[in-house]
C-alpha cells in the first residue's frame, strides 16, 4: 500500500499579485515547489483559493487565501535493494555519489531494479517520499563520476531550479578518437533520432537548445584526452557533440562507430582499446548552491581506474614512436 504524508500549509496572496496567474502566484509564494508540482497540485483540486478550486491560468486579485494540501505519495512500486554506494558527501539535505560504471541511476525498461535509486530507498529511506528519490540529473549507465541527490523536497526544488538556470557547474573527463587542435564550443540542439528512436540526434529544427564547451588536455597521435563543460543538460548531450564534430568518445559503441585501431599502435595500446567497452567518460566536477546554506560548494572526483590505464597505453605508445 502506498501511505500519504500531507502536509497542509495557507498563506494570503499578497495585493501586488493582482493580475498574475496563479501559479505563477504560488511559484513564489510556496518558493520550496517547483511551479510544475504547484500546477500538478491546482488540477488535482490540492488547492482551493477562497475556498474553490481554480485554473493554473486563472488570474488573482489579491488578498485570497489559499490552502495548499501537499501529498507526497512514498514510491513503495520501487524496492529499496542493499547495493553499495560511493558516498562523496552528505548531510540532511543533498547526498553527492561518486557512481561508477554499469549502475543505471534509475529503473526503466530493461533495468528494472537493480539501480541506483534502488540503492538510495536502502540507504536512506526517508528517500520513498521525494519524487524520484531525490534524483535530479542523471549518467548515463557506463559513464562514471559525480552527481547530487536531494534528501527532502525543498532541497529537490532548488536543484531543478538551479539546473534549469543552468547554475550546476558540471565539467567531466573524455578520451577521443582524432588529434584536437583547438577547443570549442558545440551549440546544436538535439532531440530523439527521427528513426532509431532510442538514440539522440543533432536536430536543426524542433531540437532542444544543447551546448557544450570543450577543450584539450593532452594530445596523442591518434587521441586527445579532453575536458568537456555543460552548459546545458540534454539526454547523451556530451557524446553527441563530440561524436557530431568527429571527435567520437573513445568506446562510445552508439555514437562512436565500429573501433579503428590507429596505425601503427602498440600491441599495449591495441589491446587496451579493444577492451575498453564503455564510453570513456566521467564526471569530474560537480559545483551548486547548497539548498539549506546557500553557500557554494564543489567536489571533484578522480578519473577511474580504467581510463587511468587507458591513458597511461595512449602515453607509453606515443611515447614509443619514432
Known amino acids: 500500500m502506498t501511505e500519504n504524508s500531507p502536509q497542509i500549509l495557507t498563506q494570503t496572496i499578497p495585493a501586488e499579485y493582482a493580475g498574475k496567474r496563479l501559479d505563477q502566484a504560488l511559484a513564489d509564494i510556496f518558493g520550496q515547489y517547483s511551479r510544475a508540482r504547484l500546477q500538478q497540485w491546482i488540477k488535482q483540486g490540492d488547492i482551493s483559493v477562497n475556498g474553490r478550486q481554480m485554473r493554473p491560468k486563472d488570474k488573482v486579485m489579491g488578498g485570497e487565501e489559499v490552502v495548499l494540501t501537499a ?30 560504471a554499469g549502475l543505471v541511476v534509475h529503473p526503466a525498461a530493461g ?62 573527463e573524455t578520451i577521443v578518437s582524432g588529434v584536437m587542435t583547438a577547443g570549442g564550443t558545440v551549440d546544436a ?38 575536458s568537456v563543460k555543460l552548459e546545458t543538460g540534454r539526454t547523451h548531450q556530451i557524446r553527441v557533440h563530440l561524436a557530431h564534430i568527429h571527435f567520437p568518445i573513445v568506446g562510445d559503441q552508439v555514437y562512436g562507430g565500429r573501433l579503428k585501431l590507429p596505425k601503427q599502435c602498440s600491441q599495449g595500446l591495441a589491446e587496451q582499446l579493444r577492451g575498453f567497452r564503455r564510453q570513456a567518460l566521467h564526471a569530474r566536477q560537480l559545483g551548486l548552491v547548497h539548498p539549506g546554506s546557500g553557500e557554494h560548494i564543489q567536489w571533484q572526483q578522480a578519473l577511474p581506474q580504467d581510463m587511468v590505464n587507458l591513458l597511461e597505453s595512449l602515453r607509453q605508445d606515443a611515447k614509443d614512436k619514432p
Do not use: C, W
Not at 71 to 83: L, M
Not at 124 to 146: N, Q, S
Not at 196 to 208: C, H, I, W, Y
Open 71 to 100: 501529498v507526497i505519495e512514498e514510491q513503495t512500486r520501487f524496492e529499496p535493494q542493499p547495493i553499495e554506494l560511493d558516498i562523496v558527501y552528505e548531510d540532511e539535505q543533498i547526498l553527492v555519489i561518486n557512481k561508477p
Open 111 to 172: 533495468n528494472p531494479d537493480g539501480t541506483m535509486l534502488n540503492a538510495l530507498l536502502h540507504y536512506a529511506p526517508e528517500l520513498a517520499k521525494v519524487p524520484r528519490a531525490g534524483i535530479v540529473h542523471r549518467l548515463d549507465k557506463d559513464t562514471t563520476g559525480l552527481l547530487v541527490v536531494a534528501r527532502t523536497l525543498e532541497a529537490q526544488t532548488s536543484l531543478v531550479e538551479q539546473l534549469q538556470a543552468r547554475a550546476f557547474l558540471r565539467e567531466y
Open 189 to 226: 540542439p538535439l532531440g530523439r533520432h527521427p528513426v532509431q528512436r532510442k538514440r539522440m540526434a543533432v536536430l536543426p529544427t524542433g531540437g532542444k537548445t544543447a551546448i557544450t564547451h570543450y577543450r584539450f588536455i593532452e594530445k596523442f597521435p591518434a587521441h586527445t584526452h579532453v
